[in-house]
């Protein structure tokens, strides 16, 4: 078991991970006797990530994003994060000690990263995801086997739900869905969603194709399902988080090409990716590397700030607020609250909730004394600091810190940390905590900090990672490529997933006048009582970015 304690009092005198050469003279003796472990722990450790957390992340004061997204699309993100990413963990625990009393927890252990050798002529080793990268719904329809079986009635295709329109529960409080590790109220209620669009779909096929079995109509309706959520994301959610013009066009391009939906929809998919977009390519493309998520898309999803400390319920009759403890909406806790708020309540309270703002200061407090889950959605035995671990994280899993990222993205490096930001405040926050080393700089601390575009609600240099993978995750899946047709989706599944252009048409398909009733906002991802988006009759490859 590793101990930070002693590690954090030589950790303070600056000095690099790469080179002993700037260590301090009464120290030279020491250094020399270091092993490459000893090395690798004082790059782990240097700074302290609970005192990187304590100085530029803890929130002093919550921090809204205004009205550009509201908590259905922060909740969305975790939805997306749970189809994607797990890092397998190690047997082997680590503790972290703080070097102060500043910290919630005075120490906190976790599992380490598990490292496989990757047989690549460049990169020796990685990390093994132990959820499936693809864009195939597994948060709803699980990871394994043994997940997909557990959600399943094996009736006429459909997936689990409640009578209340929820999940359904285990003997142990824990929901019957695809992933149930670390989830709260928001991220359950879209996982019930999404199995009610399911079912539905399933309605749907069966009544259009009565030959098909359980098996048959379970696949199709994955399928569509799947392609549902990830046009969602493509063309609303996306638009949402990076709202300019440019953002616009190009995410619509993305899936329907230069000419648009219409032409594409008389035509079909012609003249390659540029006038026809990605989906529906003739074959996939991984431009010579298998696909994968990288590390560096784990690192610029790292979005807890957009958490608030409380969620403020909407009562529908009185329109009185009332505050509920997000530690309370979290776990087995949050999943008995959720049965008691309903569906609609919770769903409209999220509507018109506006979330954080990703930036310095606004990392939530009661996320740095977090109970975790392991992957049955048990409660671990230890809390730990959420804040200081994601700090901890890329440093562990070889994520370059911020500058070496911006150059491997071919981007400028920052000099001075006056490049990074006009705030004097953050600029004292961040020259205590790495002197004038902005080599030392960690990259989400770099991403938090940056100065960000008028409309973006993330970096400039997350933006680049957003965009490569946006298309990657079409590009080269062959049921967005080559099996994008009526043959694999069925004509009626095909259909449903061109007729559905946003999440306000999932919600109006299972709630009825929802919309019309509580929303203002041309997207459910705005905050719902905003102005709608105003009419523009420009054409939108006119308009100015």
């Not at 600056?14 to 270091?34: C, D, E, G, R, T």
């Not at 009185?320 to 008691?340: D, F, H, I, T, Y």
Request: one cysteine or more; a neutral charge; glycine letters at 6%.
């Amino acid at each position: 078991m590793l101990s930070c304690f002693i590690l954090t009092k030589t950790s303070s005198m600056a000095f690099s991970f790469v080179s002993f050469s700037f260590v301090h003279p009464q120290l030279q003796n020491i250094v020399s006797k270091f092993t490459l472990f000893d090395t690798i722990l004082f790059y782990l450790l240097d700074p302290h990530p609970t005192v990187v957390a304590n100085k530029l992340l803890t929130r002093k004061k919550f921090i809204d994003n205004g009205k550009q997204f509201n908590m259905i699309a922060c909740s969305w993100i975790q939805f997306m994060v749970h189809d994607w990413i797990d890092h397998m963990e190690d047997t082997q625990q680590v503790e972290i000690r703080a070097p102060d009393d500043q910290c919630p927890l005075k120490s906190f252990k976790f599992y380490k990263t598990k490292k496989v050798g990757t047989d690549g002529p460049h990169v020796n080793t990685g990390c093994l995801n132990t959820r499936t990268p693809w864009w195939d719904g597994s948060v709803v329809y699980g990871n394994n086997e043994d997940g997909m079986r557990r959600v399943r009635t094996f009736k006429d295709g459909k997936l689990k739900i409640g009578k209340d329109g929820l999940l359904q529960h285990n003997h142990k409080g824990i929901p019957i869905s695809g992933d149930v590790r670390n989830c709260w109220a928001g991220f359950s209620l879209l996982q019930a969603l999404f199995v009610k669009e399911h079912n539905a779909v399933c309605d749907m096929l069966q009544e259009h194709y009565q030959e098909f079995d359980d098996e048959k109509l379970y696949r199709h309706a994955r399928l569509v399902t799947s392609a549902v959520i990830a046009k969602i994301h493509t063309i609303d959610w996306t638009v949402e988080l990076l709202k300019t013009n440019t953002l616009l066009a190009g995410m619509r391009i993305n899936w329907y090409g230069f000419l648009g939906k219409k032409v594409k929809d008389l035509f079909g998919h012609f003249c390659g990716p540029t006038f026809s977009g990605l989906v529906g390519l003739r074959k996939p493309r991984d431009h010579g590397v298998p696909y994968s998520l990288t590390e560096e898309f784990t690192s610029v999803y790292r979005m807890h700030s957009l958490l608030p400390d409380k969620l403020i319920l909407k009562d529908l009759q009185t329109q009185v607020p009332q505050e509920v403890a997000m530690e309370e909406m979290a776990g087995k806790e949050g999943e008995k609250r959720l049965s008691e708020i309903g569906f609609e309540q919770m769903l409209v309270s999220m509507g018109h909730q506006a979330c954080g703002a990703i930036a310095l200061w606004n990392y939530p407090s009661w996320m740095r004394n977090l109970v975790p889950h392991d992957i049955d959605g048990e409660d671990r035995p230890d809390p730990v600091d959420m804040a200081a671990l994601e700090i901890y994280r890329d440093r562990e899993r070889g994520v370059g810190r911020y500058n070496e990222f911006r150059r491997n993205l071919l981007m400028i490096p920052i000099t001075k940390w006056e490049d990074l930001t006009d705030d004097q405040q953050a600029i004292e926050a961040l020259r205590q905590v790495y002197g004038n080393d902005v080599e030392k700089l960690d990259l989400l601390i770099g991403l938090h900090a940056e100065k960000k575009i008028k409309g973006f609600a993330i970096s400039e240099t997350a933006f680049f990672i957003f965009l490569l993978i946006a298309s990657r995750r079409l590009e080269a899946d062959r049921f967005f490529t080559t099996n994008f047709n009526s043959q694999t989706y069925t004509d009626k599944g095909l259909q449903w997933v061109n007729d559905t252009e946003s999440f306000k048409d999932v919600m109006d398909r299972h709630f009825p006048g929802m919309a019309q009733k509580w929303m203002r906002c041309s997207s459910a991802f705005a905050v719902w009582d905003s102005d709608p988006d105003p009419k523009n009759y420009i054409p939108l490859y006119l308009r100015p970015a």
